[in-house]
C-alpha cells in the first residue's frame, strides 16, 4: 500500500522520557525530534511546548521558548518550524509541531503535517513526545500514516529506499505498541480503499475488484462468495444484470463474511461497486465523468472494512456485500423506459440510465434482506451530487429508519473524523417515485426535487423494513487537494466511521 511513513512506539517510564532516549541511542539515534506545541487557552498567550522541550535546551542554540517566540508560533495543529541541533558529531533536525488543542482532530492534521514533512527516499526516524488518552494518540497515527498516503503511476516517480520512520516516544504507557498497532491497522484499512477507489477503470473491471476482494479474504479470515454473470441471471438480479448489459465486461455482487465466535449481531454492509460511470445511453458531459473511476467508492470502503475486523477483533457477525457494474452506452445498454425485476420480484421502470447505483444496491438489499436476515443494514454509496450540493466534501449525508442506529453512526462519525450529517426521509416525496407501468420509477418526476432524498426514500423500499442506514458519500469520497490526512483523490471515507462502529459492537442505541 502507498503509505510512506511507518510507526512505532517506544514506552518510556522515566520523567525525562526524551533525554533518557537520546542518551541511550547515542550516534544511532533519532535524525529529527519532534516537539508538540499546543495552542494556548488564553488570547495573546504563548503555545505551551510538549514533554521534552526543557530537556532539548542544552542542545539548542538558544532556549525553545525563544526559538517559539521568535518564529510568532501558534500552535495551530499542523504548523512547523525547525532548527539544527548536534547530537554527538552528527547534525539532528528539531520541528516544533503544533497540535491545537491536543483533540483527535487537530492530532490527525498534525500527523498528517509531519508525515509530508518527512524525507522522501531514506529512512527518516522521527520521536514525537505525546501524553495524550487513547484516542488521541491513535488520531495522531492515523494522521501521520495517511498523510503520508500516495498513488502514482507516473514512470518519473522517485524510487524509494524505505519508508519515513515515526518512533512515538509515550511516556508512562505500556501499552504503546498495542495502541499504534491499531491505529496503524485502521490506516491501512484507510489506505486499502483509497487503492481500490484510485486504480483505473481500465484495470479495474468488476471481476477484478472480486478478484481483489476475494484475495483480501483469503489473507484476513474472510469467507468469499461472488456472483458471475450467469449466476445473477440464475438468480434474477436485474439491477445489477441490467446497469452492467452495456459493457463487455459483466457484473458481479461480491459477498465477504466475518463471523467471531458469540457473535450476538449481525450487521450487513453494502457498497456501490460501479467501476466507471458514464451515465450509460443518458450520457455525462466528459468533464463530469473524469472522477467516475471513483464510483465504487462505496465498495471500497464495504471492503476495506471487512479487511481489518478480524486484527481489531470485533464482536459482531459482519457480512459485506459489493455490486459491482460498469455503466456503459452500447447497443445492448438499458434504455430509459425500460422495466427491471429485481432479486425479490419488484420492478423498477428505468428513466434515468445515469441513476444507476441504486438499481445496483436495491438488488443487494433485498437479497440481504430476504437471504440474510441482518439486524442492521448499512449501504454506503457515491449515489447524488445532490448530497455534495447539500453538504460540500467534508461530511456524508445520513439517513435512517432507527434514531439509535443514527445516533450510533453519527456518534462514530464525530470519534473517527468520518463526520456525518443526518438528514430526512421526507414521507411528503415518496409518491414522486410512483411509476404507472412498474411498482416505483428509479427517479422522481417533476423540477425542484431533493435528489438525495428522493434516492434514499427509493432504497429504503427494498429493506423489508429492518433497520437501515443509507450513507450518500459523492461528496466526502474524493477530494481535489490535500487537506489534512485527506489526500488529493479518493478519501477512503466510511471505513474508519464503519470500524469504530462495529469494533464498539455496532451500537443501535443513543
Same mark, same amino acid.
Given at each position: 500500500m502507498p503509505v510512506k511513513a511507518r510507526v512505532t512506539a517506544v514506552p518510556a517510564a522515566d520523567q525525562q522520557p526524551l533525554g533518557s532516549f537520546l542518551r541511550a541511542a547515542g550516534e544511532a539515534g533519532p535524525s529529527v525530534i519532534v516537539i508538540p506545541l499546543r495552542s494556548p487557552d488564553e488570547p495573546g498567550a504563548s503555545p505551551a511546548p510538549g514533554a521534552g522541550a526543557a530537556e532539548l535546551d542544552s542542545y539548542l542554540p538558544v532556549p525553545a521558548a525563544d526559538i517559539i517566540a521568535s518564529g510568532e508560533l501558534t500552535g495551530r495543529a499542523g504548523e512547523i518550524t525547525q532548527t539544527v541541533i548536534r547530537l554527538g558529531t552528527r547534525p539532528c533536525t528539531v520541528m516544533f509541531l503544533g497540535v491545537g488543542d491536543a483533540a483527535p482532530g487537530a492530532l490527525r492534521r498534525a500527523g498528517a503535517a509531519l508525515a509530508r514533512r518527512l524525507p522522501a527516499g531514506r529512512t527518516a526516524v522521527c520521536t514525537a513526545v505525546l501524553a495524550e488518552p487513547d484516542e488521541s494518540v491513535q488520531a495522531f497515527v492515523a494522521g501521520l500514516m495517511l498523510g503520508s498516503y500516495q498513488y502514482t503511476l507516473k514512470s518519473t516517480a522517485s524510487v524509494e529506499?524505505?519508508?519515513?520512520?515515526?518512533?512515538l516516544l509515550l511516556a508512562g504507557r505500556q501499552d504503546a505498541a498495542a495502541l499504534v498497532e491499531r491505529a496503524a491497522i485502521v490506516a491501512e484499512a484507510v489506505a486499502l480503499a483509497r487503492d481500490l477507489t484510485n486504480t483505473p477503470s481500465m484495470t479495474k473491471s468488476p471481476a477484478w475488484l472480486a478478484d481483489e476482494a476475494a484475495r483480501i479474504a483469503a489473507a484476513r479470515d474472510l469467507s468469499c462468495r461472488v456472483w458471475t454473470e450467469a449466476e445473477l441471471a440464475r438468480d434474477q438480479f436485474g439491477g445489477l444484470l441490467g446497469v452492467g448489459s452495456g459493457s463487455v465486461r459483466?457484473?458481479?455482487l461480491i459477498e465477504l463474511s466475518y463471523q467471531p465466535a458469540g457473535a450476538r449481531r449481525h450487521v450487513v454492509l453494502i457498497g456501490k461497486g460501479i467501476t466507471f460511470d458514464s451515465g450509460g445511453l443518458s450520457l455525462k458531459p466528459s468533464d463530469n465523468m473524469k472522477t467516475m473511476k471513483t464510483d465504487m467508492a462505496g465498495g471500497?470502503?464495504?471492503i476495506a472494512t471487512m479487511s481489518a475486523l478480524a486484527a481489531l477483533g470485533a464482536p459482531v457477525q459482519v457480512t459485506g456485500l459489493v455490486a459491482a457494474a460498469e455503466n456503459l452506452p452500447s447497443g445492448? +445498454?438499458?434504455?430509459?423506459? *425500460?422495466?427491471?425485476?429485481?432479486?425479490?420480484g419488484r420492478t423498477v421502470e428505468v428513466l434515468n440510465t445515469d441513476a444507476e447505483g441504486r438499481l445496483v444496491l436495491a438488488d443487494a438489499l433485498a437479497y440481504a434482506d430476504a437471504e440474510l436476515a441482518p439486524d442492521v443494514m448499512v449501504d454506503l454509496a457515491t449515489l447524488t451530487g445532490a448530497a455534495r450540493v447539500a453538504l460540500g466534501t467534508v461530511m456524508a449525508a445520513l439517513y435512517a429508519t432507527d434514531d439509535g442506529l443514527a445516533a450510533g453512526l453519527l456518534a462514530a462519525g464525530t470519534a473517527s473524523g468520518d463526520r456525518l450529517w443526518r438528514m430526512p426521509l421526507a414521507e411528503d416525496y415518496r409518491a414522486g417515485l410512483d411509476s404507472p407501468v412498474a411498482d416505483l420509477a428509479n427517479v422522481a418526476g417533476g423540477s425542484g426535487r431533493a435528489g438525495s432524498i428522493d434516492a434514499a426514500l427509493f432504497l429504503r423500499e427494498f429493506t423489508g423494513g429492518r433497520a437501515w442506514a443509507h450513507l450518500d458519500i459523492a461528496?466526502? +469520497?474524493?477530494?481535489?487537494? *490535500?487537506?489534512g490526512e485527506i489526500t488529493k483523490g479518493a478519501t477512503g471515507f466510511g471505513t474508519q466511521l464503519l470500524l469504530h462502529w462495529l469494533t464498539a459492537g455496532a451500537p443501535v442505541t443513543a
Open positions: 529506499t524505505g519508508p519515513g520512520q515515526v518512533q459483466p457484473p458481479r471500497a470502503a464495504v445492448t +445498454a438499458l434504455r430509459v423506459g *425500460d422495466v427491471i425485476r429485481h432479486y425479490g461528496g466526502a +469520497a474524493r477530494a481535489t487537494a *490535500d487537506d
